[in-house]
């Protein structure tokens, strides 16, 4: 029997491989670039990277945080996508896998997959996929018929999109095509009540968050600020916290 250290560890040392992964769709997916061809190259200089150079985290520090070639900073992007995706895919593993419920792991690790990109692809270029969000609605839904809560996954994701459907329609723009799907995708993966906690927390914090730019000067109330990032938090916090949280909630 291998340690109870052990698994954990592969699963962190996985995930930030998919940050890695991660990075590469974070920086070309919304340039429509071949997320294959070419290979890994510094943005500056352009020179390839090697893999010794390519390796998540070590490689990061082992240079300083520096193209190796022409010296130029490393974006703290980079680093900070493979350690999340690492955490957050051990987190999962701590929570579900060690007790066996397979597919709530298998559910978990999928939807933190999802919602990384999401994640920095909004907060770098206020765009949500649809090449992410589409097979994110069926894989959510997928799973939900292999546990047996299909109807529920279902209903919720399409109240989900019709909600944010109708505030995108009526804000004229404040809410994006993309967040619509979003919602949609979470609604099939969290399910009632999961998906409604992790929606009002995407709002409280969305809000809290858009106050504080304001507030610091970074922004104005005219400038648009990105909601996927808030609503993949929202879910991430839910997955984990929504019982507990409305536990909390009805005993006021």
Same mark, same amino acid.
């Not at 409305?246 to 006021?252: K, M, P």
């Given at each position: ?91 999962? !593993? ?97 399910? !009632? ?60």
């Amino acid at each position: 029997m291998p340690p109870a250290w052990f698994p954990p560890l592969i699963i962190f040392v996985s995930g930030t491989v998919f940050g890695s992964f991660f990075n590469v769709v974070i920086h070309r997916l919304p340039r429509g670039e071949s997320l294959v061809l070419p290979g890994s190259h510094c943005p500056h200089c352009g020179r390839a990277i090697r893999w010794w150079d390519n390796i998540p985290l070590v490689s990061f520090l082992l240079l300083g945080g520096r193209c190796r070639y022409c010296r130029r900073p490393i974006s703290w992007r980079y680093p900070a996508v493979e350690l999340v995706t690492g955490l957050l895919l051990t987190a999962a !593993w701590l929570r579900f896998g060690p007790s066996g419920e397979w597919l709530a792991w298998l559910t978990a690790s999928l939807l933190t997959l999802l919602l990384v990109p999401i994640f920095f692809i909004d907060l770098e270029h206020r765009l949500v996929p649809n090449v992410i969000t589409y097979p994110g609605i069926v894989a959510g839904l997928l799973l939900a018929a292999a546990g047996g809560r299909l109807v529920n996954a279902a209903i919720v994701a399409a109240g989900a999109g019709l909600v944010f459907l109708a505030i995108a329609l009526l804000s004229r723009g404040g809410m994006g095509g993309g967040d619509v799907k979003l919602a949609a995708m979470l609604g099939a993966f969290l399910g !009632w009540p999961d998906a409604a906690v992790g929606i009002l927390l995407a709002f409280i914090g969305g809000a809290a968050v858009g106050v504080a730019l304001i507030v610091a000067g970074l922004r104005t109330r005219k400038d648009p600020i990105p909601f996927g990032p808030a609503l993949a938090t929202g879910a991430l916090i839910a997955l984990y916290a929504a019982d507990p949280l409305i536990r909390w909630y009805v005993g006021l």
